[in-house]
């Protein structure tokens, strides 16, 4: 993300203004939720923060679909973003074939591409570059206000599985995957049901919850915070992990200095990350567990901890050459250098020379000095004879 937002008024001047009682709701009830999560020290620390940047509107709506977005932006001060989208719909039966639609950015009338599409240049303008490389994430959230989960449960699962996985095909799915589906429910609740996969999240509760929480329909039940929270947490580690494995594997590193320096920031990025394990509830800590599999955070992190050698170019204090190191990080150690060869490159205007052995070094480094003072005397003698 560019370092300075200080143009965030211009670039969200083409939304319709999110009505400022509900954007006050709507943050107040995110910091309110996070304190609980990750303590009030935390969110007065203000390493993460929520602002609003606008409404979209929707054309051509049915009577079901819903009519508007509202996007927040949510900053880290690692530079890392995302934007929080909430698209409230009318209250309708649960119908996955419809909502696999549009969830689906492939479909006529989705309205994930509509809202990509509304978004894209603030994206653009907002990484400071053309290209969008970020990850999308859909959570669906369902409240039954006048029936029971299992009321539904029963003659929805199938639904349920396919919306999970946003799966449009209609083809029956085996009773034994839907079960085992389902059994990966992380609610603690009586009456909820939360699911993640690798394509988007689920929250459903059936009746029950407090009267507050349907108090506005178009603000996220209170209940699901803590599963979006948590998620957004996952993917800021992902986004995290992400930038240190490409700064490690693309880039060369000049100094043992620089790279416990990009270590430290990658820990202090994390905080996020590891406060949410310390205050982990039995809901949290589970969804982070699964999370890091699902959302490729375990293999990235993975690949980043294999990238133990790193070639360090250093300038020698003494000599016109360069010293090519090869640095090895162990397990449980400090930083090491270990030069299996003495590796020393020899640099000209034009070319760079790499040899692995002192002697042919030292044979290049004389050769050269003959070579270049058997030039200067022929050019001064030709001088002094004109």
Known sequence: MKESLKDLGSLSSEFDQIPPERSSAYIRMFTEVEELLLGKTYVDSRRMTRQPIGRILFKNTSNYSPTYADVYLLTHRSGAALLEVWCPAPTQPLNAVQWNRWLDFYTEDSLRMVIFHALVSFIQEIEGKNTWSGYSF?????????HSLEAIGNNCKEDIVRLLFIDRSQFPIKPEIIDEVLSHNFCTRKDGLVLLSRRSGIDLHGKGDP????????LPPR????FLITLELLLLERAVLQRFYDKLSRSILRSVEELMTLKQRVLDDLEEYYGAITNANRFTDAVISEGEQLLGITDLYDAVMSIRCFWLIIPSSKTQYYELYLYCAEDNSEPKL?????????????KAYCFDSVQLVLAWTIG????????LIVTLWKELNK
């Open 138 to 146: 859909p959570v669906t959230i369902v409240r039954l206000p006048k």
């Open 211 to 218: 009267a507050e929480e349907l108090l506005y329909s178009d």
């Open 223 to 226: 209940s699901s915070l803590p």
């Open 338 to 350: 270990q030069v299996s060869h003495s590796f020393l490159i020899a640099c000209s205007n034009y």
């Open 368 to 375: 050269a000095s003959i070579l270049s003072g058997a030039i």
